[in-house]
């Protein structure tokens, strides 16, 4: 049963601090994306990668996040430095097409203090 | 500008009954819809997609229709089960290469 994995589930860090989000898509998949979800936003879309390359990380302050695909097999998400606004969950999904089906893993509850 | 929305943030049915979902889009490049399902600390799960081509898919419990002309696309779900509680995202894209577009979701509560 391929899925989606994150790590970790849960991160609880103090302002200032970095914090690294990582995500195996399932193999195969050509296409992964972040998306954080908030309580206003809803499910708002950070960045998303085809082949490992950016495609479009619009969606992300770029003065403290930064997304990137080392491999295949691995997806992270950098907050450097953590405020307390950047407490949400972050999701990964991976699909193969862009506006394709796309499968999400189960979160990554960030909570910054 | 949202493109796609669910303007009914909850919706409360009793076990056994008709469940509806509905979600209506303003881009008419829009070809592709899907639902998405998600229960409280995971993410969430493809339920159930439809293409443009056709306006109606179905799925054991589960129908998607889709009202081009309308822009308008629900989801019913009969019989409704206390497991269905869970909120339900639409979301739509516009041919492989365009990133899909979410609404805010729905909270279904199925009582028992």
Known sequence: ?113 | DQQVKQNSPSLSVQEGRISILNCDYTNSMFDYFLWYKKYPAEGPTFLISISSIKDKNEDGRFTVFLNKSAKHLSLHIVPSQPGDSAVYFCAASGGSNYKLTFGKGTLLTVNP
């Open chain 1, 1 to 113: 049963d391929a899925r989606v994995t994150q790590t970790p589930r849960d991160k609880v860090t103090e302002m200032g601090q970095e914090v690294t989000m990582r995500c195996q898509p399932i193999l195969g998949h050509n296409t992964v994306f972040w998306y954080r979800q908030t309580m206003m936003q809803g499910l708002e879309l950070l960045a998303y990668f085809r082949n490992r390359a950016p495609l479009d990380d619009s969606g992300m302050p770029k003065d403290r996040f930064s997304a990137e695909m080392p491999d295949a097999t691995l997806a992270t998400l950098k907050i450097q430095p953590s405020e307390p606004r950047d407490s949400a969950v972050y999701f990964c999904a991976s699909g193969f097409g862009v506006g394709d089906t796309q499968y999400f893993g189960p979160g990554t509850r960030l909570t910054v203090l």
